[in-house]
Nanobody, 123 residues
Framework: QVQLVESGGGLVQAGGSLGLSCTAS????????MGWFRQAPGKEREFVAA????????PYADSVKGRFIISRDNAKNTVYLQMNSLKPEDTAVYYC????????????????WGQGTQVTVGS
């Protein structure tokens, strides 16, 4: 019943910044842990970042620590991913994810997925 819609993807140059957003509908957003995953061509989907429903613990993949920031605004039913100092290896389709039970860090345990948004980082 929960629908997730990502936006904000696009083309940026290496070293630049890009902000993604994911807006949820059809559920009570505040009870869900949220996360972001990404999948590059020829690669498996990998965890990027997650955020607890109370905006507390925010785990990040080692590859993005210090560069990406996850946040949420429950009043807007939206989770964000601010990406800074982008690298060509960040190029991927980025997926928003939600789960009512667990922290969103394991792909196989995610209950709901967005359709994905393409992020391309030029060199």
């Amino acid at each position: 019943q929960v629908q997730l819609v990502e936006s904000g993807g696009g083309l940026v140059q290496a070293g630049g910044s890009l902000g993604l957003s994911c807006t949820a509908s059809g559920g009570t957003f505040s009870i869900y842990s949220m996360g972001w995953f990404r999948q590059a061509p020829g690669k498996e989907r990998e965890f990027v970042a997650a955020i607890r429903r109370n905006n507390g613990i925010k785990p990040y993949a080692d590859s993005v620590k210090g560069r990406f920031i996850i946040s949420r605004d429950n009043a807007k039913n939206t989770v964000y991913l601010q990406m800074n100092s982008l690298k060509p290896e960040d190029t991927a389709v980025y997926y928003c994810a939600a789960d009512p039970t667990t922290m969103v860090v394991v792909s196989d345990l995610v209950s709901y997925w967005g359709q994905g948004t393409q992020v391309t980082v030029g060199s």
